[in-house]
Nanobody, 131 residues
């Protein structure tokens, strides 16, 4: 059973950086086909869940949402079992709850930008950027 757990959220000043990580603690010793593709969404109060990015198991193919391109980087570590979201040049509008998510299928960025594409979700971690 997939169980995604995020860590690394917190409070940071505008212009700063923050690193989030997410691991499948339901399968700590090996990769699951369910977590072959891992990514991030975020949701601010009163807004819809927004696509941040997604990557394949090796981290060499990645899609990003338009609002984070050039500032955020997604990568895989620990043999692909962990997905990292490195956030730089943070802005107040990046404030949101960030959710880790997984899917077993790859498609176009348009399809993968929709929350409905994904199978499993973490509980979320709060990121607050002060201006």
């Amino acid at each position: 059973q997939v169980r995604l757990v995020e860590s690394g959220g917190g409070l940071v000043q505008a212009g700063g950086s923050l690193r989030l990580s997410c691991a499948d603690q339901g399968n700590p010793s090996s990769m699951s086909i369910s977590t072959e593709f891992m990514g991030w969404f975020r949701q601010a109060p009163g807004k819809e869940r927004e696509f941040v990015g997604v990557t394949n198991w090796s981290g060499d193919t990645t899609y990003y949402g338009d609002s984070v391109k050039g500032r955020f980087t997604i990568s895989r570590e620990e043999g692909g079992k962990t997905v990292i979201l490195q956030m730089t040049s943070l802005k107040a509008e990046d404030t949101a709850v960030y959710y880790c998510t997984t899917t077993s299928a790859w498609s176009t960025v348009q399809a993968m930008s929709r929350p409905q594409w994904y199978d499993y979700w973490g509980q979320g971690t709060q990121v607050t950027v002060s201006s």
